[in-house]
């Protein structure tokens, strides 16, 4: 009877030692599952998120075109380099979906290897063009930015206006245009052609000595995975990254010194103050995705060192950072189109201020033409008496 009673007892623990364990592997498939689920979720948001902003980037910066053909006004250096960061926008854009077409295709390498990549050298090869696509969009960017503010450091804090002469003034009164600004010829090529020629410089070593980098446009998802070369990318980093912001950022308090000087002096407003303003503004975003970027470089600098890291990396990971810099591509209309009326315009229509400072201008022209006209008579009405 006991021993009859003991084999119940093992066949009814050996049952739910069945059951429990039948339980857990179905509750682990399930939870797995979803996981396997929310993941796929995640993903084609970020597609899904890209696709949206690909199209919402290569409109409105190609609007910014038709702004400035519009406009005789906004027909100068600094609003080709606006243009030049537009086109830049739109690059980086379309690279960025590149990325993002790898990555879904590296979950189906079967289809990747017939569709697209028939062997690890092409694999390669692409991943190079890929590489030396990202560094040079990247650093395009910053030193255009920097050449930008070098160039708004260089020039007058105001526009050079036209001054009229006594018969324009008779002619047209106050309300005679200012004239569209006017600069060397060489200064626009100078701004627009050395930037990319520096950038490429720098992005070239990727595709010719072989060295490109991990690229991430999912998040806790990296195509074209290859051991980093610290000495390449820490010159990339150092020429196209760290130098630049600081140079910009001496050059920007230099420009905020020097217009608290010239509000204090009388002329304060114009179009090259609002142009400041926009610079500034964009430099700081700008200036943060880039150093975003070099934050896992940074991180093996410091465990080289034997120094803790970071921890930046958990919230901005390298895709989170790439996601970033790709919807800056919004930013720089928004600025331009809320910060400089001229773009709104849509005409050939100078600035308000630049206006109304011409009008004063030329009105304190006219007063004082009159008043020396007025002095040069009656001395001379003086001389004929004392002749008499």
Same mark, same amino acid.
């Given at each position: ?282 430099? %700081?975003?700008?200036?943060? +995705? $880039? /150093? =975003?970027?070099?934050? #896992?470089? @940074?991180?093996?600098? &410091?465990?080289? !060192? ?14 989170? %950072?790439?996601?970033?810099? +790709? $919807? /800056? =591509?919004?930013?720089? #209309?928004? @600025?331009?189109?809320? &910060?400089?009326? !001229? ?46």
């Amino acid at each position: 009877m006991t021993d009859s009673m003991g084999e119940v007892l093992d066949k009814t623990q050996s049952l739910q030692d069945i059951i429990q364990s039948t339980w857990e592997e179905s509750l682990s498939e399930k939870v797995g599952a979803g996981r396997e689920d929310s993941n796929q979720l995640i993903e084609w948001l970020w597609v899904g998120g890209y696709s949206c902003m690909c199209t919402l980037v290569v409109v409105f910066n190609s609007v910014l075109f038709f702004s400035v053909a519009k406009n005789s006004y906004l027909q100068y250096s600094t609003h080709y380099t606006v243009l030049a960061l537009a086109i830049r926008n739109i690059l980086q854009m379309l690279v960025s979906i590149c990325i993002l077409l790898m990555t879904k295709l590296q979950e189906t390498p079967n289809i990747m290897k017939e569709a697209l990549l028939h062997t690890q050298k092409e694999t390669n090869l692409i991943c190079e063009i890929l590489s030396c696509l990202d560094t040079f969009l990247s650093s395009l960017l910053m030193f255009y930015l920097l050449g930008l503010a070098a160039y708004m450091f260089c020039r007058s804090p105001n526009p050079r206006l036209a001054a009229m002469s006594e018969t324009s003034l008779k002619m047209y009164g106050l309300r005679k245009q200012v004239v569209p600004i006017r600069e060397n010829g060489w200064q626009a090529p100078l701004i627009l052609l050395l930037p990319p020629l520096c950038a490429l410089l720098l992005a070239l070593p990727a595709p010719l000595l072989h060295l490109p980098h991990s690229l991430s446009a999912i998040h806790d998802i990296q195509v074209c995975v290859f051991p980093v070369n610290l000495t390449y990318q820490t010159s990339v980093a150092t020429l196209a990254s760290a130098l630049p912001i600081l140079t910009l950022t001496l050059l920007l308090i230099g420009l905020s010194i020097r217009r608290c000087l010239t509000c204090n002096g009388g002329d304060c407003i114009s179009s090259f103050c609002k142009e400041e303003i926009f610079l500034a503004m964009i430099s %700081v975003p700008y200036c943060l +995705s $880039s /150093f =975003g970027k070099h934050i #896992p470089l @940074l991180d093996m600098h &410091l465990d080289r !060192l034997g120094m803790a890291p970071t921890g930046l990396q958990e919230i901005f990971s390298p895709a989170i %950072v790439r996601g970033m810099e +790709s $919807s /800056f =591509g919004l930013l720089l #209309p928004a @600025l331009l189109y809320c &910060l400089l009326p !001229l773009y709104r315009k849509f005409g050939s229509r100078p600035d308000s201020n630049d206006l109304y400072q011409s009008k004063r201008d030329i009105y304190r022209n006219s007063t004082t033409s009159t008043g020396g006209d007025h002095e040069s008579s009656d001395s001379d009405s003086e001389e004929s008496e004392s002749d008499v």
